[in-house]
């Protein structure tokens, strides 16, 4: 007997099994009161007639339905199928949550939580200062290093970390050295270009609203260059200290970078722009890096005389 033959067998078995747990059963005497004669330990086969039978209707269901292999009795895929669609759906209405929070307005605060937000495509950016003919920018003088000096009295205490990341960052867009040559008591607010020699270095620092009523409100940074002979040639950084206490209280040292990255852009000659995609977006928003514009801008800057 071959392997299709046991496999008829034992099918036909299974059903004269399911067929005889149907029927009555009587314990002793059988229904005309004489024995009850037990059944052999197997099971009558198919006829040869009814297992070329089931060989003929396999052949069928399996033309009928080639993908289900090739038995034709084996138990249906539902789960299997049932589960590819779900995973269809479920990967369906993630790839349309996905465009909706790519393309909404609405979804730049969720798309810069998740990690999703890129530089954007918009390549806006404006100048501080700019020449009124030419339109060519005012620029620092590209051969000459641009000196930072901090005053870190009202720092908070992880400061140093996101600022020397912001300074490498604003260095590496505009092309431009930018170098933290130590510390000072100067305060931000003072004039440092002087009429004749070589300008003092930037200063940066941190103050209170009170110290510095520019920072009234929701405002947590001031920056911006002073210029001499047709280039900026020092400047000055003021954060809001209590407010960036509170950023480093949080642990929010992504934040902090990204407004001392804003301020440092100030800092080489960027300006505003009303554009929420990019980085020198007058308010605080959910983006940390810079953008297309502000990069094109920063690149701009870089380029300036010797």
């Not at 059944?39 to 198919?46: A, D, F, I, K």
């Not at 920018?137 to 641009?146: D, F, V």
């Not at 609203?209 to 950084?237: H, I």
């Amino acid at each position: 007997m071959g392997w299709s033959d046991r496999r008829d067998q034992r099918q036909w078995q299974r059903e004269l099994e399911r067929q005889l747990d149907a029927l009555p059963t009587y314990d002793g005497d059988a229904p005309d009161g004489g024995p009850v004669t037990p059944l052999g330990r197997g099971l009558p086969g198919p006829s040869r007639r009814e297992r070329r039978a089931l060989r003929q209707a396999r052949r069928r269901a399996q033309r009928a339905h080639p993908s289900r292999g090739l038995d034709p009795y084996a138990a249906p895929r539902g789960r299997r199928a049932e589960r590819r669609r779900t995973v269809l759906t479920v990967g369906l209405t993630l790839a349309v949550i996905g465009g909706v929070l790519a393309a909404s307005p609405l979804g730049a605060p969720i798309r810069g939580v998740v990690g999703w937000d890129d530089r954007g495509e918009s390549t806006t950016y404006a100048f501080l200062a700019s020449d009124p003919i030419s339109g060519d920018p005012t620029t620092w003088r590209s051969c000459e290093p641009i000196r930072l000096e901090v005053n870190s009295e009202g720092a908070p205490r992880g400061w140093r970390e996101p600022f020397d990341a912001a300074v490498a960052e604003v260095a590496d867009a505009t092309g431009l050295d930018l170098q933290v040559v130590g510390e000072t008591t100067d305060r931000p607010e003072s004039d440092r270009s002087g009429t004749f020699g070589r300008a003092r270095p930037v200063v940066v620092g941190w103050a209170t609203p009170e110290q510095e009523p520019r920072l009234a409100g929701d405002t947590v940074g001031l920056a911006g260059p002073q210029g001499r002979g047709g280039y900026f040639v020092t400047g000055s950084v003021v954060f809001d200290g209590p407010q960036f206490a509170q950023l480093d209280g949080d642990g929010r040292r992504d934040v902090e970078r990204a407004i001392m990255m804003h301020e440092l852009a100030h800092l080489v000659g960027l300006d505003h722009v009303d554009d929420d995609r990019q980085l020198m977006y007058p308010e605080t928003t959910f983006r940390t890096e810079f953008g297309n514009g502000d990069l094109e801008g920063l690149r701009r800057l870089g380029e300036g005389g010797c």
